[in-house]
């Protein structure tokens, strides 16, 4: 068995599955309605769809219920689902792997640049938005189809990994950016406690 496979980066591995989980759960119904108003755009999509450009979320959202009930809501989920989880998961799991081998593989040293930042945090966020990306680009291509009621045999027509340089951008540097603010957060909490104390 793999040294770096430990218990603690289970619980790491885990704990982003289970936010992943959360997320689609609370989060799915509202971005199906959102993805709805932005896409029927077209008068004719949206007679059809008894949706208008101008209907409110609130509208938007009983239109799509009424049709369709909790289904609809959920619409485009269950790659999401399935996705979010594995994706949360490898952003964590990746960025928490990748500051273990860093330390303990490869022996490097730590180094605060600036005096602010240590590098390796920097570097395991970047490790951890590319795990994310490689996750999220199919299964949110998957969903977002789904949510416009794209027919099933027109899923995987086109390329899954459309918007993949834009997508893998966007992770690094959110999950980069999240990660420098954790360690900011901790060192500033470690000061703050000290001259209290």
Known sequence: MNEYLSIPSAI???????????TVIVGQPLDTIKTRMQSFTSSTTANTMKERTSASMFQT????????????????????????????????????????IMKDRWGWKEYKLGGIIEYQVLLAGLAGGVGRALVEIPTDVLKIRRQVEQPLSKLF??????????????????????VFYIDLSKQLCQSTTNVVL
Do not use: C, H
């Open 157 to 178: 027509s086109k390329s899954l990994f459309d918007g993949t340089g834009v997508t893998m951008i966007r992770n690094i540097f959110l999950f980069t950016g999240f």
């Open 12 to 22: 790491t591995f885990a704990a982003g599955a289970s936010y992943g989980m959360t």
């Open 61 to 100: 959202g009983r239109n799509l219920f009424q049709r369709e009930g909790i289904r609809g809501l959920y619409r485009g989920g269950l790659p999401l689902f399935i996705g979010g989880s594995l994706m949360r998961s490898a952003q964590f799991g990746f960025s928490g792997q990748a500051r273990t």
